[in-house]
């Protein structure tokens, strides 16, 4: 199979450990990632950001590949038992692969937004070990072991760490995938890395202590700390510009609403058309069968949301319209803010909307976003041909500095007819 | 407004003239160009064309902003009355902006898989001209005369034709975005040509004749050649790469047999569950009203193919399955085969399908895809700073050797359990 | 005028404030500067760093056009006396142009090589006022005080504050060029920025005190942030991975060596063959005349290194030698030492240097470089639609973060044949 | 060795049989090429045209790195013994690096300009088989043969047809590295073509006959078609574009009046400054000692090109002083001219020359420029899983109407004194 990705160019899957990406994409669960868009709604601030999960999971393989053959080039200085079989090699591509399969419409929005629904991890691995799947009777046609394997893999947890790592971890596949891809999609290219030059510049180092002895991932200090000071910006710039935009949270806020109240009419025994069976079975207090979840993906979800605009509940209704039309919440900043002077705006806002004859609960929303670009831990090494291996924060004077700030963005969301006293009542 | 747009980068409207896509981006019919995919289908072939309309029509309006800058530059050589005025500027923009507002779902595809169904222009038209729609209370809240002056730039029409060919002619500026979106979106690099240095080379002259004194715009000899060349290899990169690819073609015969099927059905009187009532019409041998019209789109569409997996009919449930589950038609290619040869080809290859209890008015199609490059006409001229005007192909060895060239590709295409049977009979 | 430039792709020079550069372009002095390196000898560490200083002096014209164009559109909030004329667009436009014309061989190599050389600086100014040379023969010709406006203007002096800082300033033309040209030289991508948002981002706002009420500029604080944030660190990369590279710097300390001998041999009375008049007068303890000065180039110099191959001196012709054959000295790395180690390990750098019968005045180097990616000072603002204006380390975390932070690297250089005992001796 | 290439990215060599390259970049003779210019003085039309071939070097090699891969990839279609063993993969690598060793100054230029000089293949192979080259000796050093194989690699020879062919033949390494960097340095986009892809399309057939029955490349139909279109296009555009711009032809046009007259000059007895040894054996039509031609460079060339200037032949010393200040002959180009009347053309020229006092045989010349961008030979086919191998034309709609189709520029070039005069009787 060869493949052209907007991203990386000519994608093959050719080779025999391979065979298996190949075989999965035909699964109906791995076709359903197609529908299912990568950034969520995030397309109504950055008009080019419609890619998807599939494209998504083809990238994270890709970079597997890649990953694996530097990893080839330096394995012989480890014990030959320790090294990237061929069999090893399939089973990271494969949870590579599939490591987000079990996320529900719109991405991570979903899980958030409808409360009590299990996090997309737990689905990825139902769809893994369900004998009912595609992807599990695929998996098993290889090795009877594959699914549980892979559900491993992605879960972060192999004999040898450094595979599964790779697979979740700091610069796991995921990661240096999706930073890349979405930088493409919304033109935001600030979200552009080294890749090739971060993954030739990893190496092997013995694990820390006795208790882990095994093998791990390391920096080449001669040569990769920029590639990795680049790779930590990359996601500091893109929770900036495009995971904290403003429209992409005011879009997620009206989803989240839109959620709030479907599930809260549905229990109280409104009906509501083109209900998806999933979202009967949360607003009823249950999980979701396997096949009732699967059945969920962004057209599922946003052909209710169209149904809705003519349901007799006006919240709902109006709710559903202005996401359809884009008339998104505004957004006033609050910079500097102590919890205090937070929660007194908040509270006015609230008032406001009340004064206008809105529900605050609905019509108002706080939105503290936070993310912390880098912190140091113990896993990951700089390491030199002579002398000790380094924390990187020792060699990087920006990783020194950036290690463990949190970025924090504090925003109050409102309904748009409500900006001019927003406006008036809130900016200092 | 400034925005972020992968393929262009900063896209900023903010000049008075440029005020009127800002409202204009509001309006319902134009945010409906986000639920259409600019490429239909084509993500089945290249999983990262996911890219709509909604983006193209910013990129068109952008690339018409670009273009208006370079004539404001050279027509101090035309009488003042012949200039670029302020109005005609917002007017070519608003037109940009607006040229594919008609469009079906999946793009073109819709009105060639739906018999009878009027052509987008004339949709586009009608959104205009209507005064039910926010996009003409938009146009006409500027300039009564508006929604008919923009109307007649889409359909090529102006007192100055080098306005309305900017918005409808060979160099417009629908094309010089959607090649570059489209490579951008399907990584296929060779759609890329070198788009300032096209616009730079753009010059007045007088029209040829007494009849057509209008400036027309002509490319600057010395400099402009290889730009217009490589925009027209591009344009050939991407129907050989593209819009011609095999999984492409595929997909688009697979909608049109569903689309076939259902109408059929419809008008057969069974009932098909989520049927759109734009499609009803359509059945019934009428045209939908323009609000039913305008509530398809690809959501609307796929969501009652996914619906329809679960009808009675077997046929129809079938397509839908293949087509969600990615199980396309294959293909044969049929490499420099005659009239005879391709109509032999094609009742085989019916035959292995009836004989294998398929119906080969379904399940077998024969695909003509066919597109000229570049033919001259006597509307695009090369100039020179002295001596006279020259045609493109007296100045450009390969426009010379490709003019009139066609390109065709011709295709059995059939249901993939077919493959085996149908690689016997048909490969030499 | 047209131009392709690998850099800004097409580059023109067309209006009428522009056609001085046009002239400018054939001035001898312009010339010169095809014959002078951007980055001197990094291009021993860097294969594709042959780009010169001409290429630079264009692009740097090139930006501030641009830069221009985004005054233009908002310098309405100006009084008109304070406003862009065509005059002073053209003034700066010839600034940004000769900014570097007195730049010696290998660029700022030579000033630092030469113990009482002029810094370039005053070169320039030289070149600008004195009446034998074509630049100062264009300008004056355009009008009688330009040639000093352009030098105040270099110098960093102007009426209007916002132009000068344009020529020389911390958001340059200089810097704004010289970055993009490096990255794309060297392949360093890191060194790549958002110049377009970069400069849609700069507002007007007036100065901040009674006695500076000159309009100054400042970044638009809900788009530019990110864009000034990675402005500041594609600067901080560059000096890691290009500026301050192991090989260029050892390739600058062999230049310097080369220099001190060669003057220290002519002072000697040892005459050198092909020793150019500028650098017989820097011997003889003078400035060289204007015309002598610039007709010292790259080629100039390293054809005299070349001549010195053969001279009777034999560390002169070894330094030569080992220049040209790319023997460059060898580096060891001070981490983290304070300044009794670094001391202590030069010591013993020069004592090894020495056992081996080697001079180490010569064959060893204390390299200590440094830069401060960030210092906030009050001339860069951040403005907001609403509210007060805020220094950039209250809205950007990562330049609170680097703000004062110095960037520092160590290292012992030395002849490549003392390798294994350095690295014993000083490698912990 | 991990290098930045502006081209290529990441370059690395690091393999076991890499390592020759690794130690030939140290060889004198290797260094040498970072004083010659790729494209001679094309920088004077394209500012940022200053590569050397010492960075092509380093590309091609990058590029056998990547087609060994590939052929790595498909070679188990061949019996063992003809497959790419690391010798011959070593052998490859360093004839790749090695295949320019020869060119004297400004490349390709220098041979054209001196009668007699020997073409730059007859150096390179000297360069490789005389015992007193670094070269030479860190081949031997590996194994005794290798200089010879190189040398056969280079002039096309080898037992597999097909590595031969990779050195030196339509789709070689050089050409593959040449026409990406060309269109890096000087921005002209149109060179760029796919080179993953190109690379990923070749598959091994059989030879097409008894007597060639050794594996030889072709292009996979299914893939690769448009890769190869689009290389023979990026190379068409780059003739058009810059190696037949008219600024590099008339810069070239100098150079050979300078050394055309150095060389009459010093023939007939006048003693030139700075002469460099090898021209003078050229000039007493002898060929140059090895040495001696090493010691010739760009930067000796027109080191003595500079000392020209000031000797007492006032012709000679013109020339030089117009090539220093880029004082360049002016152009008229004859469109479609027949012999006839190109020769017309080229008498009044030197009439012209001749009214205004200056020789016709040193200021006015006729260019007559041409390129086949592609003739079709059999030693390249286009394959398919299944059925016969075909052309490139009979699969390439692009191909076959550009088969043997011939570029052609024709001009008249000279001093710019004469351009008012030259226009008025030339231009129709």
């Not at 160019?9 to 025999?16: C, D, I, M, P, Y």
């Not at 080294?194 to 390391?218: C, I, K, T, Y």
Request: with cysteine; hydrophobic share 45%.
């Amino acid at each position: 199979m060869i493949l052209r990705d907007p991203v990386h160019g000519l994608v093959t899957f050719e080779a025999e450990e391979e065979a298996v990406i190949v075989r999965l994409m035909e699964a109906r669960e791995v076709q359903r990632l197609r529908r299912i868009r990568q950034l969520g709604l995030a397309s109504l601030a950055f008009p080019g950001a419609e890619h998807t999960r599939f494209a998504h999971a083809i990238g994270a393989a890709h970079v597997m590949q890649r990953l694996l053959e530097r990893l080839r080039r330096v394995d012989h200085s480890l014990p030959f038992w320790q090294r990237v079989t061929s069999e090893r090699a399939r089973d990271a591509l494969a949870a590579a692969f599939l490591h987000d399969l079990g996320h529900g419409p719109l991405s991570h929005l979903f899980e958030e937004a409808v409360p009590g629904a299990l996090p997309h991890e737990t689905w990825t691995d139902r769809i893994l070990l369900d004998p009912s799947t595609e992807v599990h009777q695929i998996l098993v046609s290889q090795d009877a072991n594959l699914p549980r394997r892979v559900s491993e893999l992605v879960r972060g947890h192999h004999e040898l760490p450094y595979l599964s790592k790779a697979v979740s971890g700091t610069l796991d596949v995921d990661r240096c995938d999706y930073l890349l891809r979405d930088a493409h999609a919304t033109g935001v290219r600030y979200g552009e890395y080294d890749l090739p030059w971060l993954l030739r510049s990893l190496q092997f180092v013995e694990g820390p202590n006795d208790r882990e002895r095994a093998p791990m991932l390391a920096i080449d200090g001669k040569k990769g700390v920029s590639a990795l000071e680049s790779f930590v910006l990359a996601r500091y710039f893109m929770f900036q510009q495009v995971y904290f935009h403003k429209s992409a949270r005011a879009a997620e806020i009206l989803v989240k609403r839109i959620l709030q109240r479907a599930l809260y009419l549905v229990r109280d025994g409104v009906p509501l058309p083109s209900m998806p069976a999933a979202l009967a079975s949360f607003a009823a207090g249950d999980q979701p069968s396997l096949a009732d979840y699967l059945e969920l993906d962004d057209q599922v979800l946003l052909g209710a949301f169209h149904a809705w605009e003519r349901t007799s509940d006006p919240i709902l209704a109006d709710l559903c319209k202005r996401l359809r039309a884009r008339k998104l919440f505004k957004t006033i900043e609050l910079y500097d803010a102590d919890a205090a002077s937070i929660s007194e705006a908040h509270e006015k806002a609230r008032e406001i909307a009340r004064q206008a004859g809105l529900d605050p609960d609905v019509y108002v929303a706080l939105d503290h976003a936070s993310d912390t670009p880098y912190s140091e831990d113990s896993s990951l090494l700089v390491v030199f041909p002579k002398g000790r291996a380094r924390k990187p924060s020792e060699v990087s004077m920006v990783l020194d500095r950036l290690s463990g700030a949190e970025y924090v963005r504090t925003r109050i969301l409102f309904a748009s007819e409500l900006r001019e006293s927003m406006r008036e009542a809130l900016i200092r």
